[in-house]
């Protein structure tokens, strides 16, 4: 698979807007429509939608999934936790791990089955079987069993840190990695299209008529470095979003999903009749050109990097021919890239 563009150099957000004097939802926005691209900031969102369109946004709160490790011999290791193993949902002792460098420039190869890595507080992990099964021989996530069983999130609160990049200038604390309206803790990296969001944004949507509705999607750990699929993730979708989504729909106005995560969730939801129920469970929905979207038909999201499967998402919402000369034009204005840089919504 080869890269759809090339980002120019400098081109990563090194730090959150806020310390750049720039304010949340100041950002910039590349609003992406058939008839052209223009720019503004993140706060012309409301003026961009219209009465009657529904913005839908991920009430997940990011967790601190970054814990220091220990292999044997005394190598120090990274370990990023996406969450509890799917095939074990809610099991205390069986954990989804990625192993990363400790200079965070890449994932670390050396996992293997049987490989004991420790981790604070006395917990063992041990790396049980590649996740998913690998297709090349070697496999990024691994499934991994803790000794003792620990419970996951209160582990994670006492001995983790944010999941950070080496495109950043420095750690940064977990509160710059939520959004305003997170409330469900879970997510191994930040559901990063909302941060913009300001609760004076928020009033300002609805003041115009557009309403605002919430699903859930614990995202795991998305890779900077690699082309791959999303793997499985945990989601719930309610009954009231459900309505207003199917409402939206037939009412001829736009759903606007807030993010990928979003996407996922609520094309998960959604039958091959157009109708959106509730549910909730674990999706391995994968989108692209062979499985467009069905409910959404709008999308606020960040920028990816030039190898993110997410951009294949985007195309299921917006087709190809729009994100490629969005992303051409996010390019050629300089903006920037990953979860504290600049924005799109595509409204095709």
């Not at 609160?157 to 983790?160: K, L, P, S, V």
């Given at each position: 698979m080869t890269a759809r563009f090339v980002l120019p150099p400098a081109s990563a957000a090194t730090?959150?807007?806020e310390v750049r004097g720039v304010a949340r939802d100041q950002v910039r926005l590349l609003v992406a429509r058939p008839s052209g691209v223009t720019h503004g900031r993140f706060a012309d969102l409301p003026a961009v939608l219209q009465p009657g369109d529904l913005v839908v946004v991920n009430t997940s709160a990011t967790v601190p999934a970054a814990l220091a490790g220990t292999l044997p011999g005394g190598d120090l290791v990274g370990v990023h936790v996406a969450g509890p193993d799917d095939v074990r949902d809610g099991a205390a002792g069986a954990w989804v791990v990625e192993l990363r460098r400790v200079d965070g420039s890449?994932?670390?190869?050396?996992?293997?089955?049987?490989?004991p890595v420790a981790l604070p507080g006395g917990v063992l992990l041990t790396l049980r079987a590649p996740y998913p099964a690998p297709t090349d021989g070697w496999s990024r996530l691994w499934r991994a069993a803790v000794e003792p069983a620990v419970p996951l999130l209160p582990y994670l609160?006492?001995?983790?840190k944010p999941v950070a990049y080496s495109y950043l200038a420095r750690p940064r604390s977990l509160a710059d990695y939520q959004t305003v309206y997170?409330?469900?803790p879970g997510s191994a990296e930040m559901a990063s299209a909302g941060r913009p969001f300001t609760t004076e944004l928020l009033v300002r949507l609805m003041a115009r008529g557009v309403a605002v509705a919430p699903i859930v999607l614990h995202a795991g750990l998305s890779s900077p470095e690699l082309f791959e699929p999303p793997t499985p993730e945990r989601f719930a979708v309610g009954e009231g979003t459900a309505r207003l989504v199917t409402g939206a729909r037939a009412g001829g106005h736009r759903v606007v999903a807030v993010g990928t995560t979003v996407v996922r969730a609520l094309e998960t939801a959604t039958g091959e009749d157009g109708v959106t129920r509730?549910?909730?469970g674990w999706t391995r929905l994968v989108l692209g050109e062979d499985r467009p979207a069905r409910?959404?038909?709008g999308l606020v999201t960040g920028l990816h990097a030039p190898e993110a499967s997410h951009l294949h998402l985007l195309d299921a919402?917006?087709?190809p021919a729009l994100v490629d000369a969005s992303y051409a034009a996010a390019v050629a204005g300089r903006y920037r890239w990953?979860?504290?840089g600049d924005s799109m919504v595509f409204l095709p």
């Open positions: 730090e959150p807007p890449g994932p670390d190869r050396s996992g293997r089955p049987g490989l609160r006492e001995h983790g997170a409330t469900e509730p549910a909730r409910a959404v038909t919402v917006a087709g990953h979860e504290f």
